[in-house]
């Protein structure tokens, strides 16, 4: 009765949690850099008195190379979490075959941890003594913090930050697609890509619970502290 009672009170309450961090973070990842680095490149070369057709050549060239180089390190990244979550997972389950006291303690000082007194969590670590499987469960995400990963996770991960990138290159080198003057460019490509980034960095602060107008602020100025850099060092570097 009493399990009925829980089971329908689980199914009246349904919570809703964000479960997409991972793919958001790609998501941040690839189109920040996505925005910044073409933005600076461009405005450098634009800084360099360079023609639209140099500026998009190598704009395009970069977000290439970008997108390569930014999806395999995502790829290592999440292939090495994946690694490290297995070398972990071994040595917990050669831990609870030779030295089940010793773990059995330690999930009794976790538990205990949390105000949990002795006579409470004894019958739980009995418990997971008999069920191995969860035993080993409760160890990898207690007592070591980590989470099983997705095995698709390192290809997910590439593709995506790549992806990112690619369509956040691509908005500064837009305006030379169509404006010859690379002096009438840079600046259709300042405001557009400002502005990409002030509405990336508003759905970035939506998105990980931060207030999404100085998130949107932040990021815009960091665009365009990367921009103005790269443009006086080109023509510091050509006067």
Do not use: C
């Not at 809703?16 to 490149?41: C, M, N, Q, W, Y």
């Not at 979550?85 to 010793?102: A, F, H, N, S």
């Not at 538990?111 to 997971?128: D, M, W």
Request: glycine share 8%.
């Amino acid at each position: 009765m009493a399990r009925e009672l829980d089971n329908s009170l689980l199914n009246q309450h349904k919570e809703k949690h964000f479960t997409a961090g991972e793919i958001v973070r790609d998501i941040i990842i690839g189109v920040s850099d996505g925005l910044t680095v073409p933005f600076a490149l461009a405005a450098g070369l634009s800084g360099a008195n360079a023609s639209s057709t140099v500026i998009l050549t190598a704009g395009v060239a970069e977000v290439a190379a970008g997108a390569i180089s930014m999806g395999l390190g995502g790829y290592l990244a999440a292939k090495s979490e994946a690694d490290h979550y297995k070398r972990e997972l071994k040595r917990e389950q050669e831990e609870i075959i030779t030295v089940p006291d010793t773990e059995a303690a330690e999930v009794a000082e976790i538990l205990s941890e949390y105000g949990i007194q002795p006579h409470e969590y004894t019958p739980v670590v009995n418990a997971l003594r008999k069920n191995p499987k969860a035993w080993l469960d409760f160890m990898m995400k207690f007592e070591l913090g980590l989470e099983k990963p997705d095995p698709k996770r390192a290809l997910q991960s590439a593709l995506t930050i790549a992806i990112a990138y690619i369509v956040g290159g691509l908005v500064p080198l837009l305006p030379y697609m169509f404006i010859r003057t690379a002096t009438k460019a840079v600046v259709a490509s300042i405001v557009l890509t400002l502005l990409a980034l002030l509405i990336f960095g508003y759905a970035k602060g939506h998105f990980t619970g931060n207030k999404p107008f100085r998130s949107a602020f932040q990021t815009a100025l960091i665009g365009a502290i990367a921009s103005a850099a790269a443009f006086g060092m080109a023509k510091a570097v050509q006067g």
